[in-house]
Nanobody
């Protein structure tokens, strides 16, 4: 059973940086992504990256502040979060898939999900 595992997260002040990591067992997945869910809100797309690392996608709310990357030939994906704002507070989950036809930002595209790591941005 594939189970992505997230690392990192925690508490950050507005304007600070945090880095999330995720590793998943199994063969190299076609696409890896980060989603987040704040209390009372729907789960939302944050960023995604293709297996080769050459293609990335971002939610408008994080463009220019977050960077997604991955290790070559591994199911290891990272999310560097800079200039954090309180609205970034959420449970961040890693998702992976071998679905080659789904949209990168759609929840239904992804088959395997981690349990999430909490990010809280507060002064």
């Amino acid at each position: 059973q594939v189970q992505p595992v997230e690392y990192g997260g925690g508490l950050g002040q507005p304007g600070s940086s945090l880095r999330l990591s995720c590793e998943a067992s199994g063969p190299l997945f076609y696409r890896l992504a980060w989603f987040r869910q704040a209390p009372g809100n729907e789960r939302e797309f944050v960023a995604a990256i293709a297996r080769g690392g050459g293609a990335t996608w971002y939610a408008d709310s994080v463009k220019g502040r977050f960077t997604i990357s991955k290790e070559n030939l591994k199911n290891a994906v990272y999310l560097q979060m800079n200039n954090l704002i309180p609205n970034d507070t959420a449970l961040y989950s890693c998702a992976v898939t071998n679905n080659v036809v789904g949209y990168p930002s759609h929840i239904s595209t992804y088959h395997y999900w981690g349990q999430g790591t909490q990010v809280t941005v507060s002064s």
